[in-house]
């Protein structure tokens, strides 16, 4: 058995791109060795910023010879017709076997096919695999064609120690690599994975991403406590800073005392988010004057040039951040409010100042409906909710929107309520994101999504298939967990009609607000869908009329779900299903609906009585507990109606020959569906 080593040298490629590239092509590469028979026993992948590494050990030297009958025309067909089957397939008559079949004489061939060298095969499948690679981003250099993700410098193949040919633009495989750029550049040749490994590491190439990050993170945690300070760990700033180096060196910087009164967001997005620094925290938890960056470079100076560098780029940028804090004081938000008339929130949609009005509405609105929520608080909250966006901290540090205005509204002397309500707003902005709790929170929050939803839906922007350029689903699963994660009782069909009255006539409005409800159902399904409830159920109680109240909606599926999946609830849904479909092709054929009193006069088989007193009985008890929304013991008193249905379908025809009989069976049947309606649209839940 042979092994297979291929590298794929260029500079360097983005951090970002570098895992999914090294799965992308050991699927390529892999499916195409199942597909050519060419079996193996374990693959590796390796990826560093300069080159992506796949060895493939247990292959075979050739693919297996293949026989395979055929079986041609019959024996006494006519000579054309032969001759094609022959010429086809590459054998002669006398090659060709006749065999007696049930049809009659047929000519059988044996058609061998040996196999290709493994080596011929695989050279078309790396070619193939590197022109596939789906890199997000590619480019193409000097005069090439070709494209990859940065330039390509080199191609190493090797099967079972031998130089593959494979060719990619004017790069062709030989059997050389170099080693790290600055501290072993120079060419070397390997014959095996075994010594590629070993030569590199001698070249100050870490191969292992996972080997990187663990040296990264035990690094920058003896840094800090060298100390007696503690690593801020984050993941992903250390997936991202393990693709940015081959030979991963951690070192300590300081920060000048000059700039730690900034506020901390604004130091930890200048050192995580721009410069990919790790942040470090004393033993309570305080931002410390430290930072710790990844070098890829070990120098005679033990770094110190480097360290050095880092802490005057960081200087830079952190004036830049003290310039703009003390600056940005200087002046209220209220002050800053004119500005956003100079802003276009969307070409349809108007101004930010024009927003602002409209999510000062909708903050009112929202926050009658909180329990706790001072109205004046949310108002003043939306009014100045956007003006930190004119600011320039927000300017230069987008990501901070929303927290720098909690800051300048907190230096305004704004009320506590209003300045945590502007740094919430945006909450939640992820499936792992935290919801606000505080009632101004809240009621911003919601404002701030529900007139984003209301807007781009009133002009028809609505996120299809793959695509939502404005973030809608977020919008709307972040509404849906503000209102469940709180418990809030909102009559969600009357806000999104306040959201959409607020925006120009001339805009669709009735339409929007049915397409929102729609699109609601839709997000919740995928929300409970995973905790586990079926959305078939959701569905189901979504259909009842004015259901718009998201804890009450949740509460009803909870009790729905425990019903259908007893035997008294999967024998009532047969029941249900069984009425409907007679209903169903009876008023078809009749062209007319049998929703309509029972004649108890017209009742003359005991179990149709019995069914018509049942029904009768239960909603007399269960509507009052449906009003009280106590769930469960409505189900309970539905359940009841199981054995009298059973009986009425064992027992009364109902296509009566009497005209007015069945005419009543019929609207006893419509019974039956109105009153298991009053739980939920039974015929949306799949048996």
Known sequence: MAELLLELFSEEIPARMQARAAEDLTKLVTDGLKAADLGFDKVEAL????????????????????????????????????????????????????????????????????????????????????????????????????RW??????????????????????????????????????????????????????????LDREERKQVILDGAKKLAASEGFELLEDNGLLEEVCGLVEWPVPVMGKVDDQFMDIPREVLETSMREHQKYFVVEDKAGKLA??????????????????????????????????????????????????????????????????????????????????????????????????????????FEFTELQGLMGKYYAENDGEAP???????????????????????????????????TLAGFFAIDEKPTGSKDPFALRRAALGVIRLVLENGLRLPLRRLFAFAVSQYPATIRRDEAVEDLLAFFADRLKVHLREQGVRHDLVS????????????????????????????????????????????????KKDDMSYKADVSADLLSQEEERKLYEALIDVRHKALPLLRDEDYAAAMTEFARLREPVDAFFEKVTVNSDNADERANRLKLLAQIRTALHDIADFSKIES
């Not at 019959?74 to 032969?82: S, V």
């Not at 300045?419 to 902005?429: C, G, K, M, T, W």
């Open 47 to 146: 990826v560093t910023p300069r080159r992506l590494t796949l060895i493939v050990d247990g292959l075979p030297e050739k693919q297996p010879d293949l026989r395979e009958e055929r079986r041609g025309p019959r024996a006494d067909a006519p000579e054309k017709a032969i001759n094609g089957f022959l010429a086809g397939n590459g054998v002669t008559l006398d090659q060709c076997e006749k065999r007696e079949t049930p049809k009659g004489v047929f000519l059988f061939a044996i058609v061998e096919q040996k196999g290709r060298a493994a080596s011929e095969v695989i050279k078309d499948i790396i070619e193939d695999a590197m022109n596939k690679l789906p890199w997000p981003k590619s480019m193409r250099w000097a005069d090439q064609k070709i």
């Open 149 to 206: 993700v940065r330039q390509l410098d080199r191609i190493l193949c090797l099967f079972d120690g031998k130089v593959i040919p494979v060719t990619y633009g004017p790069v062709t495989a030989d059997d050389t690599t170099r080693g790290h750029r600055f501290l072993a550049p120079a060419e070397f040749s390997v014959s095996n994975a075994a010594e590629y490994k070993e030569k590199l590491r001698a070249a100050k190439v870490m």
């Open 289 to 394: 004057a430290r930072f710790i960056t990844v070098s890829n470079m070990v120098t005679a100076d033990n770094n110190a040039k480097i360290i050095a560098g880092n802490e005057r780029v960081l200087r830079a940028r952190l004036h830049d951040a003290k310039f703009f804090w003390d600056q940005d004081r200087k002046v209220t938000l209220q002050s800053r409010l004119p500005k956003l008339d100079n802003i276009v929130f969307h070409a349809k949609l108007g101004s930010l100042a024009e927003r602002v009005l409209r999510l000062r509405g909708l903050a009112r609105e929202v926050s009658a409906e909180i329990p706790g929520c001072d109205v004046k608080l949310a108002d003043r909250a939306a009014e100045i909710g956007k003006a930190d966006l004119v600011s320039q901290m927000v």
């Open 417 to 451: 309520e209003v300045a945590n309500a502007i740094a919430e707003h945006y909450a939640p902005a992820g499936p792992s994101d935290m919801c606000p709790t505080a009632p101004v929170s809240v009621a911003l929050a919601l404002a701030e999504k529900l007139d």
């Open 540 to 587: 189901a109680v979504f259909a009842l009329d004015g259901e718009d109240d998201l804890v009450r909606l949740l509460a009803r599926v909870e009790a729905l779900s425990d019903f259908v999946s007893g035997e008294s609830g999967v024998n009532l849904m047969a029941g249900y299903k069984r009425a409907t479909n007679i209903l169903r092709i009876e008023e």
